[in-house]
């Protein structure tokens, strides 16, 4: 047994066979890798939506396939859901509930999550929803931190993966109170990409706002631009992705969860 899932052993020993909600980020992926190494069955479930995107689908169909985990694909309904499309501060409340009812209706199995230790510490409105659908987050029981589970990914082979950067899913781009459609998903989505190939940084993140289209970098990567690039960032938004035209585009420092900054000028 690896060293580093000593840790998550015990815990993991003591849950049968598993159902995993697999988002495709570092945090699930590795949960469902170490699950697997330990029990040898588990159920991945990963939820496909214009809210997930389409290469973390395919992250979790080829570590399914190469390392043998039984996988279920499924559509959780979030966008159905009114009260989500509604985009409340809570609206992570919402495709949580959706997502771990459809868990449910599908598997008696007992639901396993992602969440860190880290997630206590920021505003996770899904972590009632698992409170309330009895998801258990092994993670957090085992006191394990973002940094430890990216040890984790790297112990378990899973090197790529664990150099993944975070990225919650694109609704959490939308400022709060505007409503979801997948429209404006796709473009977030596309902006990413985009600049992602364009510039390498180390984050990047396309903010929907009332007022104008965030576009947010890391410090580091922000400081090395000139204003001709700065310029150029601009155009690339303007002319590749669809920018609606009545808002304009502002390129700020990342700010973790500045989508629920409603009503305050970017």
């Not at 995993?20 to 699950?35: P, Y």
């Not at 496909?48 to 396939?65: G, H, I, L, N, T």
């Not at 949580?96 to 209706?105: F, G, M, P, T, V």
């Not at 082979?157 to 919650?168: D, F, W």
Request: glycine residues 6%; positive net charge.
């Amino acid at each position: 047994m690896l060293e580093a899932l000593e840790t998550l052993e015990p815990l993991l020993r003591c849950i049968s066979a598993p159902a995993i909600a697999v988002s495709g980020g570092v945090d699930s992926v590795t949960l469902a890798a170490a699950a697997h190494e330990i029990t040898r069955d588990v159920l991945v479930m990963h939820a496909v939506s214009p809210a997930v995107p389409a290469e973390a689908s395919e992250r979790v169909r080829k570590a399914a396939s190469r390392r043998g985990w039984k996988l279920e694909i499924l559509d959780a309904g979030e966008f159905e859901d009114v009260r989500y499309r509604a985009n409340p501060v809570n609206r992570c409340f919402y495709c949580k509930s959706n997502l771990y009812r459809s868990i449910r209706a599908r598997t008696e199995r007992p639901v396993l999550s992602g969440a860190n230790l880290d997630d206590l510490g920021e505003y996770r409105p899904g972590l009632e929803a698992a409170r309330l659908f009895g998801v258990r987050h092994p993670y957090v029981e085992a006191r394990m931190s973002k940094v430890a589970v990216r040890a984790l990914a790297r112990a378990l082979g899973l090197t790529e993966v664990a150099e993944l950067p975070a990225s919650p899913c694109l609704s959490s781009r939308v400022e709060s109170g505007i409503r979801i459609e997948a429209v404006t998903l796709g473009f977030i989505h596309g902006v990413e990409r985009l600049l992602a190939n364009e510039l390498r940084p180390q984050t990047v993140r396309c903010r929907v706002r009332a007022t104008a289209i965030a576009v947010e970098l890391d410090r580091e990567t922000l400081r090395s631009l000139s204003a001709q690039e700065l310029d150029r960032i601009e155009h690339l938004v303007r002319s590749r992705t669809g920018c609606p035209a009545h808002l304009p585009i502002r390129v700020e420092p990342y700010r973790n969860g500045s989508a629920f900054l409603v009503g305050r000028a970017p």
